[in-house]
T-cell receptor, first 114, second 113 residues
Framework: KNQVEQSPQSLIILEGKNCTLQ??????????LRWYKQDTGRGPVSLTI?????NTKSNGRYTATLDADTKQSSLHITASQLSDSASYIC?????????????FGRGTQLTVWP | EADIYQTPRYLVIGTGKKITLECSQT?????MYWYQQDPGMELHLIHY???????EKGDLSSESTVSRIRTEHFPLTLESARPSHTSQYLC????????????FGPGTRLTVT
């Protein structure tokens, strides 16, 4: 069964600290993996998208890694800010075609305290 | 910020009413989607479209219907709202190939009393 599991479910950190969020997936075949940031009451916004051949990708203070062999990904946030408080969703696409579909994780709810 | 819009942002309505949630995008994307999301849960695909006059049901069964008469417009309709329809509804669009980015609207928070 194609699944995307994220951990931890929730996380609280102090402003300025770093954190790492985890994503494990069983989706096959694999096309790409995305990390989205979703603020409360808003739609998800893309942070990174990685294909099979990419094992790291950065977007400002966000760095995503991908290990396609172990089917694991992580999202590292550096020097956290209050505005980083949001849900971070891992999404895996099963094929790069019009027939491809996305599998969503439940997200990690990150809270950054001052 | 993606050019995809949803109205209304919030809607509180009584049981039995007919409602239409609007979604428009200005990116010329062929593929559009509707997702349903409950608090703390993953997004569930309820409808999608490959282009004008194309509509398909998603993974999660829904009593809603959709139409795609124009490329930029993908409204969702509930003929008779029920409390079980209370949820957040997210519209998205993308190029036809699923490798490409999917852009989400801000969502509509629907409450049926």
């Amino acid at each position: 069964k194609n699944q995307v599991e994220q951990s931890p479910q929730s996380l609280i950190i102090l402003e300025g600290k770093n954190c790492t969020l985890q994503c494990n997936y069983t989706v096959s075949p694999f096309s790409n993996l995305r990390w989205y940031k979703q603020d409360t009451g808003r739609g998800p916004v893309s942070l990174t998208i990685m294909t099979f051949s990419e094992n790291t990708k950065s977007n400002g203070r966000y760095t995503a890694t991908l290990d396609a062999d172990t089917k694991q990904s992580s999202l590292h946030i550096t020097a956290s800010q209050l505005s980083d408080s949001a849900s971070y969703i891992c999404v895996v696409s099963d094929r790069g075609s019009t027939l491809g579909r996305l599998y969503f994780g439940r997200g990690t709810q990150l809270t950054v305290w001052p | 910020e993606a050019d995809i819009y949803q109205t209304p942002r919030y809607l509180v309505i009584g049981t039995g009413k007919k409602i239409t949630l609007e979604c428009s995008q200005t990116m010329g994307h062929d593929k559009m989607y509707w997702y349903q999301q409950d608090p703390g849960m993953e997004l569930h695909l309820i409808h999608y479209s490959y282009g004008v006059n194309s509509t398909e049901k998603g993974d999660l069964s829904s009593e809603s219907t959709v139409s795609r008469i124009r490329t930029e417009h993908f409204p969702l309709t509930l003929e008779s709202a029920r409390p079980s329809h209370t949820s957040q509804y997210l519209c998205a669009s993308s190029e036809l190939d699923s490798s490409y980015e999917q852009y989400f609207g801000p969502g509509t928070r629907l409450t049926v009393t």
